[in-house]
């Protein structure tokens, strides 16, 4: 049974915009920190944003440079990137994971991995 379950992705030209949200199961997840991470062609893995359950913190990658945001929806349980901007780069596979945290996310503390949604900038 899907844990946490993505949508959003596909596929924008140069500067448009896409939003990406993940379905996290409510028993498991509801008071942990949801983030977004990606893995683009020819990198490891990299952390895009994360959101804490308890502050509503948010912590982004450096790459962002203000061009994300994350934002978390407690009725449905979900947490949605909104994506600004984007640019060739930005192209590759985004993961929803969540982690143990209240009022703060470390990179570190996330262990559980959706499917993947594919984003693609063209140029």
């Known amino acids: 049974q899907a844990q946490l379950v993505e949508s959003g992705g596909g596929t924008v030209q140069t500067g448009g915009s896409l939003r990406l949200s993940c379905a996290a199961d409510?028993?498991?997840?509801?008071?942990?920190?949801l983030g977004w991470f990606r893995q683009v062609p020819g990198k490891e893995r990299e952390a895009v944003a994360s959101i804490a359950p308890g502050s509503g913190r948010t912590e982004y990658g450096e790459f962002v440079m203000g061009r994300f945001t994350i934002s978390r929806n407690s009725a449905t349980n979900s947490a949605d990137l909104q994506m600004n901007g984007l640019q060739p780069e930005d192209t590759g596979m985004y993961y929803c994971?969540?982690?143990?945290?209240?009022?703060?996310?470390?990179?570190?503390?996330?262990?559980?991995w959706g499917q993947g949604t594919q984003v693609t900038v063209s140029s």
């Open positions: 409510r028993w498991k997840y509801t008071m942990g920190c």
């Open positions: 994971a969540a982690g143990r945290g209240r009022d703060f996310c470390s990179w570190n503390a996330f262990n559980s």
